[in-house]
């Protein structure tokens, strides 16, 4: 699945398509506008990709230290650019992860 896809599924589909992982799920919602299940999705994977996905929700929500806290067990640097565009770049690590 291409960024693109995954971006138009959302208003394609009423659910994220099988296969996507917790992490994707997690962004999938998020786009879709539920925060709260994004946020689920995003605590059912312990692993370093769903760490990553609740960074990126906690600092939406402003956060930050909670958003720390979840960049540091990701492995990943805090980001600080346009929420969107953080979204969009983990989706397109995630994505290509999968393939």
């Known amino acids: 699945m291409t960024l693109a896809e995954f971006n138009n599924s959302v208003n394609d589909a009423a659910r994220p398509a099988a ?3 917790r992490a994707l ?3 999938w919602w ?10 689920q999705a995003a ?7 769903g760490a990553w996905a609740h960074a990126y ?3 939406k929500e402003g956060d930050d ?3 720390g806290y979840w960049y540091s067990r990701a492995g990943k640097p805090a980001a ?6 953080e979204r969009d ?5 995630l994505l290509a992860s999968d393939a």
């Open 19 to 21: 296969g996507l992982n």
């Open 43 to 49: 605590q059912e994977d312990a692993g370093a990709a």
């Open 65 to 67: 230290s909670n958003a």
């Open 89 to 93: 770049a983990i989706a397109q690590a």
């Open 57 to 59: 929700l906690h600092r």
């Open 80 to 85: 600080s650019g346009p929420l969107d565009a």
């Open 30 to 39: 998020d786009v879709k506008g539920d925060w709260d299940r994004a946020h």
């Open 25 to 27: 799920q997690a962004l």
